[in-house]
């Protein structure tokens, strides 16, 4: 069981623990030959009003007229701990690799707090400050660098089975304003049956100062089905 990672941790109280993975596909032939696979995974053991820890991965591949056009990759490992009912302390180490825009990987240790604004049934709102480094390593070499990021959570009850979140995040390299990374994710899910959702996701990816001949921002969309299992036990 996920809440058990690190030893010496008390786990008593009631133990949430939600498990997604998701899947999608798109194939066209003719005049358009292309296809892509996109998934994600979803891993969170939540002691309510205590701790919790989250692993996360996705992976994104593409290939048109028969050459590859895109290939990204990441994941990432957090654990959170709460401070009574609206503030937490977090840590967390993330991965990226993005092939098209010279990216072989970026691994980002940080460290933060959070306070939840908002955490009801239909609605939350959660708002994060981070510091931590980054480490780059591209065709030109490796880079590090210190590393500021805001975060602003927010998910909406739309209907029963139905869900619209988004999650905005706005990191600086070095404390400097001229390096900026902002990644925005809308997401939609709407249930299919008690283990199966339709997820809807726009993904804009910026970089104020993204490598030569790279683009400076990135739009994705993706369809894919998505199985969730949400587990609740009392310890």
């Not at 999608?24 to 002691?47: E, H, K, R, V």
């Not at 604004?117 to 939350?124: E, G, H, K, L």
């Not at 708002?127 to 490796?142: D, F, K, N, P, V």
């Not at 709407?190 to 739009?219: E, H, Q, T, W």
Request: proline share 2%.
């Amino acid at each position: 069981m996920l809440v058990f990672i690190l030893p010496g941790i008390a786990c008593a109280g009631t133990v949430q623990i939600d498990r997604k993975f998701s899947l999608g596909m798109f194939s066209a032939s003719g005049n358009s030959q292309s296809l892509s696979i996109s998934s994600d995974l979803f891993l969170n053991a939540d002691i309510k009003h205590s701790q919790e820890f989250t692993l996360k991965g996705h992976f994104d591949w593409g290939r048109s007229f028969g050459s590859d056009n895109m290939m990204k990759a990441g994941g990432s490992l957090r654990h959170g701990i709460s401070f009574g009912r609206k503030k937490y302390f977090f840590y967390n180490i993330e991965a990226e690799h993005d092939r098209f825009k010279d990216l072989y990987l970026r691994i980002s240790p940080t460290v933060g707090m959070g306070y939840w604004f908002v955490d009801a049934d239909n609605i939350y709102s959660v708002i994060e400050a981070s510091l931590g480094y980054q480490s780059e390593i591209r065709s030109s070499g490796q880079r590090g660098a210190s590393a500021l990021e805001g975060r602003h959570r927010v998910r909406i009850k739309l209907a029963p089975g139905s869900e619209l979140s988004n999650d905005l995040r706005i990191s600086f390299a070095d404390l400097g304003a001229d390096d900026i990374r902002v990644s925005d994710i809308i997401s939609l899910r709407s249930r299919i049956n008690d283990v199966f959702n339709l997820k809807l996701i726009c993904r804009d990816d910026y970089s104020a100062k993204p490598p030569a001949g790279v683009v400076n921002n990135d739009l994705q969309f993706t369809a894919s089905i998505e199985y969730a299992y949400k587990q609740i036990k009392e310890e």
